[in-house]
């Protein structure tokens, strides 16, 4: 009692809360936690005083915990576990303290009652119930609760107190004629027990056995996006690998909307992305993303997303941070993003943020040694250009000039961009052709962008709030020639492989990411650009997208090609 006082004195509103519901609380647990106490008590010869009725479940659960593993007795006097009901609760703050309670406490045959008070922050209760809703545990026995209003709290817990208290009346006086037969054995059985191993995996989860096929022939890239209240499973402020650009809720986005939505394939449920059974199947194996910055955007999103399971620590980056790479330590998993815009030997001249002093030197005979250096060192790889070859550049076959792109006031051959991005998608298949890689390479295409009312230079914006259907919003032309030759070259390349038995895939997110022109940055791309002028003029970012957003959904479909050969 001295501690249920202590714990509602301490409460920062004291004078607001109604203490009625304290008392049968504290009278059932006390009435209740004696009863069980009873049910321990056994007389001199071992044989207990008070005899109980015993079942034995067939819950699922024995699959999961270490019960499962040990052999019961013929003979025992040991009453079986009771189900208790907890109440975890927390204020501003206390949100990782919540999930570790429930890791600590959690066993399927008990009941939970999570909840964070109304001082804690939208975006730590939204955590949290994301954490409750999308661990593999918790999802596959449906015993953890949350509660935000404080009625609906009380009478939750209180249901609970009287649960409790009627498990221990049906174990006293229960009838012992109805004990489960245990046949007798002159012999006690001998219980081995394993030294513990260095680690250990859960189960397979049982909602992830693919995308469930409905009538017709399942399609990853081809759908639409559909509500998803659930959200984002990370935000702004529980992931810390979201570069600045790309950080629309920091940077003061007014609207949320664009956050719940999720795709939605075409004759397929799509399982959200599982990041412990992703790593699990990921042990010692080595991943990398290979492009421009949609690929580091991506790799953001991946990083936000395992995360949730073990933080990444960084263990390399270039002068400029454009390559990376992150280790994941318990599981030897390692992921990295190399810059690579061309996939060939480019001397760019340019900065950060865009500005050019020359034109590009584009060698398209000559692929980039940033990549094929390590290409045999992963086991799983992503590739992804294009929008880089829009850029004006001067092309380069052995090591001489051979014509250019956008360059009049050169005297060169105008051969456009489609000539070269043929050329070097060609070279690039045909190393990934004679490598003999035991792996799986993706191939990612370009990503649209959205842009309306002109270009990113001339006041372009992108301003809607919702998704698109598919067909209302077009194609540019220059993202039309660019995934005509990604699927013209890759088609060429994937029979071939297939025939010299190397695994090469299309990742095709264009269809999909054109149906999202909410999903850019765009004027918050910059850190509250409307701060101190309503009506100041930015430079939109309709090319890459918030974090998070709908570039997560890549995830998840990547999931599903890798784990179940989509």
């Known amino acids: 009692m001295k501690k249920l006082k202590t714990y509602y004195l301490h409460l920062r509103h004291p004078t607001t809360i109604e203490r ?19 049910t321990t008590l056994t007389s001199p010869d071992g044989t207990p005083l008070l005899p109980l009725y015993r079942y034995y479940s067939s819950y699922s659960a024995a699959n999961v915990f270490v019960e499962s593993k ?15 009901a907890y109440l975890v609760s927390g204020s501003a703050g206390d949100g990782n303290m919540l999930k570790r309670t429930l890791q600590a ?3 399927p045959n008990n009941q939970y009652v999570v909840h964070l008070d109304a001082e804690s922050s939208p975006e730590e209760r939204l955590d949290l119930h994301n954490f409750v809703t999308n661990h593999p545990i918790f999802i596959q026995f449906k015993n953890i609760f949350g509660y935000t209003d404080r009625e609906e709290l009380k009478k939750k817990w209180l249901g609970f107190s009287i649960l409790l208290v ?19 054995t002159p012999f006690v059985q001998k219980t081995l027990f394993s030294p513990p191993p260095v680690s250990f995996s859960l189960p397979e989860i049982a909602d992830q056995n693919g995308p469930e096929e409905q009538a017709g022939m399942c399609n990853l890239f081809i759908g639409d996006w559909i509500p998803d209240p659930a959200g984002p499973v990370y935000t702004n402020e529980t992931c810390k690998f979201i570069e600045d650009h790309q950080n629309c809720m920091k940077n003061g986005r007014p609207d949320n909307g664009y956050l719940y939505w999720r795709w939605n394939p075409q004759n397929c449920k799509l399982p959200r992305f599982n990041p412990l059974k992703f790593l699990q199947f990921m042990r010692n194996k080595t991943w990398a993303l ?9 790799v953001q999103s991946f990083l936000c997303v395992l995360s949730k399971v073990e933080e990444a620590v960084e263990v390399y980056h270039d002068k400029e941070y454009r390559s990376r790479r992150w280790l994941f330590p318990s599981y030897n998993f390692t992921i990295s993003v190399i810059w690579s815009p061309f996939l060939a030997k480019a001397d760019i001249f340019e900065d950060y943020n865009g500005v050019s002093t020359a034109e590009i030197e584009l060698h398209i005979d000559k692929l980039d040694t940033s990549w094929t250096d390590q290409f045999k060192d992963f086991d799983y790889m992503i590739f992804a250009s294009g929008e880089w070859y829009v850029k004006t550049a001067i092309y380069y076959e052995n090591d001489t000039v051979l014509g250019c792109h956008n360059c009049p006031k050169k005297n060169f051959t105008e051969l456009g ?15 990934i052709l004679s490598s003999n890689h035991k792996g799986v390479i993706f191939f990612r295409t370009a990503t649209p962008v959205h842009f309306e009312n002109g270009e990113w230079f001339s006041g372009g914006n992108c301003k809607r709030t919702k998704p ?4 209302n919003f077009s194609l540019s032309e220059v993202n039309k020639i660019l995934h005509e030759i990604e699927l013209e070259e890759i088609g060429k390349a994937t029979a071939k492989a297939s025939e010299k038995g190397l695994n090469l895939k299309l990742f095709d997110v264009t269809s999909l990411s054109l ?11 910059h850190f509250q650009p409307f701060a101190k002028d309503k009506n100041a003029k930015v430079i939109n970012d309709c090319l890459h997208w918030c974090l998070p957003g709908p570039i997560d959904a890549w995830n998840d479909m990547l999931m599903e090609m890798v784990l179940n050969g989509q």
């Open 166 to 184: 009627g498990l221990a009346f049906r174990l006293l006086f229960s009838r012992s004629d109805v004990i489960s037969e245990v046949q007798e």
């Open 468 to 471: 698109v259907k598919e067909g």
């Open 20 to 38: 009625k519901w304290i008392f049968p609380l504290a009278i059932g647990s006390i009435v209740s936690l004696f009863l069980l106490f009873l």
């Open 515 to 525: 149906m999202r022109p909410d999903g850019h940055p765009g004027p918050y791309r």
């Open 290 to 298: 290979i492009g421009d910055s949609i690929s580091r955007n991506h």
């Open 417 to 431: 961009f489609n000539f070269a991005y043929h050329k070097v998608l060609g070279n690039v298949f045909n190393y």
């Open 105 to 107: 406490l959690y066993h």
């Open 70 to 84: 040990l052999k019961p007795l013929p003979i025992s006097t040991v009453p079986p576990p009771p189900r208790f």
